[in-house]
């Protein structure tokens, strides 16, 4: 029974990937949104508490504050999830291969825009959400577009999210929501992150994990889970 976040982070690290709430899509959630459902009023785990022990929205920046064995991002149908160390390699292979940011740029799997976003990142190391929108020019009528972007990029493992920071003015005061903070995967992780392991047998592997994790699952929603 997960009653608190070291639980948390000690399942997750046997399951090796988990959406990062609801299980819509059927796949797996160590934490569902069912843990608010009445007849589990009695479970310490409740959502948008505040409380970090207990409250599993804290919890996607702690394991990116407090641990260096477990990513969050939007991984997985374009919305959170998280991936372990151990299982990260298998979804780079799956989802890059041996291809760069370049090989993608040039073939025309990513946009101008995307190119703009990365080369950010890359070139600063990490950088905050609204810095990011700054950089790019970014306004409120090509705010959404700028969020797909971003989105793609995290799908496709090239950058992650790796904390928050405060919005500071001009003047230097802190004002806001705190921010979060975007660099890419090989800063998240470090040099020796890729393997050699083939697309074919990461695909069966990560496929293999899924049905223990869930047995009902369907294969048209675990080939995108994987996938994309």
Known sequence: MIRNFADFCEELQQC???????????????????????????MPIKWHTGDPE?????????????????AYAKVFFGTSGYITREWYPYFLAVR???????DFYETGKVSVLEKDIYELIRTNGKVPLHLLKQDCGITKETSGKFDRVLTNLQRNLFVTMCG??????????????DSTVFCTVEEFWGADLRQDISM??????IREQIFKLNPQAEEKNIKKFILD
């Open 16 to 42: 090796g990937f988990s959406m990062g709430g609801g299980n819509a899509k059927g796949i797996f959630a160590l934490i569902d949104y069912d843990w608010q459902a009445p007849e589990n009023a009695t």
């Open 200 to 205: 074919e047998k990461a695909y069966v592997r």
């Open 54 to 70: 207990t409250d599993p929205w804290q919890w996607r920046i702690r394991v990116l504050t407090e641990r260096k064995d477990i």
């Open 164 to 177: 928050t920071a405060p919005r500071v003015s001009k003047n230097g005061e802190v004002y806001g929501w």
């Open 96 to 102: 890059r291969g041996e291809r760069e940011f370049e």
